[in-house]
């Protein structure tokens, strides 16, 4: 099982966990908005680490942001399958085509 399935599934299970046993439970049980806000932050930290262009701190960031990527897609009950199923959907479809075609 790869690190980001494992993690989803945990994410999953502390959906029914009691809030202060987990950060993730306590960030769920502030709801989707609180949700969206925390990857919101966590997404410029990883920008800011990139611009600066210091690797090892970029991977930590890019790390938190992809963990409150999948807790705020869990508050709104879309999984990391469901991301799966549409990146797979897109595979072998080059961007540039796929703008072609709007
Ligand atoms: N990957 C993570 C993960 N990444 C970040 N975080 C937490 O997210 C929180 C972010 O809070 P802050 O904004 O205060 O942190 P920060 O951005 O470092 O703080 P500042 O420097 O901005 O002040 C911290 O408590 C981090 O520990 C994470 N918490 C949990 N996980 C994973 O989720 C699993 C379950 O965790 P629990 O739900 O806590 O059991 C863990 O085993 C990990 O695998």
């Known amino acids: 099982m790869s690190a980001l399935t494992d ?3 945990t994410i999953e299970a502390r959906k029914t966990a009691a809030p202060e046993s987990s950060w993730t439970a ?3 049980s502030k ?3 609180k949700c969206a806000e925390k990857f919101g932050e966590e997404a410029v930290e990883a ?3 990139a611009v600066k262009g210091d690797k090892a701190a970029l ?3 890019a790390a938190d942001a992809l963990y ?3 807790v705020m897609c869990a508050a709104r009950d879309v999984s990391l399958a469901d991301i799966e199923a549409e990146l797979a ?4 479809t ?3 085509a796929e703008k072609a075609s709007r």
Request: no cysteine.
């Open 7 to 9: 993690l989803a599934q």
């Open 26 to 28: 306590k960030l769920l």
């Open 31 to 33: 709801g989707p908005e």
């Open 47 to 49: 920008i800011i680490e």
């Open 59 to 61: 991977a930590s960031e």
């Open 68 to 70: 409150h990527l999948l």
């Open 89 to 92: 959907r897109r595979s072998g």
């Open 94 to 96: 080059s961007g540039i």
